[in-house]
C-alpha cells in the first residue's frame, strides 16, 4: 500500500506562485511514476504532469507547460508541483497519484491517490 499526502494548496493572486508537495509512505517510492492531477468544480478530474521514476521523463498538460515544472526527491519520499504564472482557471483541486499502469495521461491509469489540496486563484 501506498499513502499519499497533499500539502501546500492556497488562496494566491493571479501570476503568483505556489508549490504543492506530495508525501509517500512505503520503501518503494523510487519504483513509481508519480503524477499531479486537477480537478475544477463541476467539471472532470485531468491530467495535470507526471515525473518517471528516477526523474529522467516529465510530461505535461499543455495548459501548463512552461508554466508548471514536477520534479521529485526519492531520499524524501516527495513530489512536487511547481505553479508558477497562476491563472484563475488554474483553479481547482489538486490531486497526487501513484503507479500508473496504462498511459501517464489517464486517471483511471493510476493506482494509488492523495486526497487532494485546494488551490484557489483569484483575479
Known amino acids: 500500500q501506498v499513502r499519499l499526502v497533499e500539502s501546500g494548496g492556497g488562496l494566491v493572486q493571479a501570476g503568483d506562485s505556489l508549490r504543492l508537495s506530495c508525501a509517500a509512505s512505503?520503501?518503494?517510492?523510487?519504483?513509481?511514476?508519480m503524477g499531479w492531477f486537477r480537478q475544477a468544480p463541476g467539471k472532470e478530474r485531468e491530467f495535470v504532469a507526471a515525473?518517471?521514476?528516477?526523474?529522467?521523463?516529465?510530461y505535461y498538460a499543455d495548459s501548463v507547460k512552461g508554466r508548471f515544472t514536477i520534479s521529485r526527491d526519492n531520499a524524501k519520499n516527495t513530489v512536487y508541483l511547481q505553479m508558477n504564472s497562476l491563472k484563475p482557471e488554474d483553479t481547482a483541486v489538486y490531486y497526487c497519484a501513484a503507479d500508473p499502469s496504462g498511459s501517464y495521461y489517464q486517471m483511471s491509469s493510476y493506482k494509488y491517490w492523495g486526497q487532494g489540496t485546494q488551490v484557489t486563484v483569484s483575479s
Open positions: 512505503g520503501r518503494t517510492f523510487n519504483s513509481y511514476t
Open positions: 515525473v518517471t521514476r528516477n526523474g529522467g521523463r516529465t
